[in-house]
């Protein structure tokens, strides 16, 4: 993919602060970055935006809100906090992980009811501030505690019935196994519902569901394909390279990100 269109999401350097992984951008001429909320909140907002707007740099997404579960009130205190640091930074969208199931709950579709509630709100706060809300959905093994929308037709049927202010980011690391998948961006594109695209790769085999995600070419998934079909829906927007890997975190960074751009432009 073209160079142009990279942007890091911070977890990729998940040892770095925000001023060494902003340096490490502007050093080799990527154009946005896609911070995750701890980092920001190590230096605080103001001097987060202050780095991140003195670099020139995007911000393709900020991650993440969402996990309507932890409390019974939508996690709103927290929710509210993360759309306004998103407004703040200049967001593209708040990407949301939605949560898990409900407490001594095993109705599912109680949890998507509570969950599609959560989101309603949050889109509705989002469009006064002027914050896109992108729901990720999470590949089927965190359904439980982590993210119980884990489809993308899932992800985009909610959308659509919220409406305006909110649609999907696409992480290929939790959508590549789906038959629909393909169907599915398509359907996004045409709703211009596709507010984010995140790549990595799955590895197998995986031996840790959270911190063994693959760079991009070293697994399985199609990414060159996957990148084709969202290009093909008029989607322009930036792509996030988010890996979580134990292993490559112990990279020295320069090294890291000279593999990343490598990958970006040959396997994505
Ligand atoms: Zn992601």
């Keep these: ?17 925000l001023r060494h992984v902003v340096d490490l951008c502007v050093k080799n001429n990527i154009k946005a970055i896609g911070p995750w909320r701890d980092k920001i909140h190590e230096v605080g907002l103001k001097e987060a935006s202050r780095i991140i707007n003195a670099s020139g740099l995007q911000v393709s997404g900020l991650c993440r809100g969402g996990f309507f579960v932890a409390d019974n009130n939508h996690n709103w205190d927290d929710n509210k906090i993360a759309i306004e640091e998103a407004a703040e930074l200049n967001a593209g969208c708040l990407v949301i992980v939605s949560g898990g199931m409900l407490a001594n709950n095993k109705n599912l579709s109680q949890t998507h009811n509570y ?9 509705e706060l ?6 896109p809300i992108a729901l990720e959905p ?32 696409i992480d290929a690391y939790h959508v590549w196994w789906d038959p629909d998948v393909d169907a599915q961006i398509k359907r996004a594109g045409e709703l211009g519902k596709i507010y984010g695209y995140h790549v990595c790769d799955w590895l197998a085999p995986t031996t840790d569901m959270l911190l063994d995600r693959g760079l991009m070419g070293d697994g399985v998934i199609d990414l060159k394909s996957m990148t084709q079909k969202i290009e093909s829906t008029g989607h322009n927007g930036f792509t996030e390279v988010e890996i979580f ?9 320069d090294e890291m990100m000279e593999k990343v751009i490598e990958r970006f432009k040959n396997e994505v």
Excluded at 126 to 131: F, L, R, S, Y
Aim: charged share 20%; with cysteine; hydrophobic share 40%.
């Design 1 to 17: 993919m073209n160079l142009e269109k990279l942007s890091i999401n911070t977890a990729t350097f998940k040892n770095l602060s």
């Design 115 to 123: 969950i599609a509630d959560g989101l309603a709100k949050m889109t």
């Design 126 to 131: 989002g469009n006064e501030m002027g914050v």
């Design 138 to 169: 999470l590949h089927p093994m965190y359904a439980a505690d982590r993210c119980s929308i884990n489809s993308l037709k899932h992800a985009i049927d909610i959308c659509e019935q919220i409406g305006e202010g909110i649609g999907v980011a």
């Design 245 to 253: 890997s134990k292993k490559l975190w112990q990279l020295p960074p």
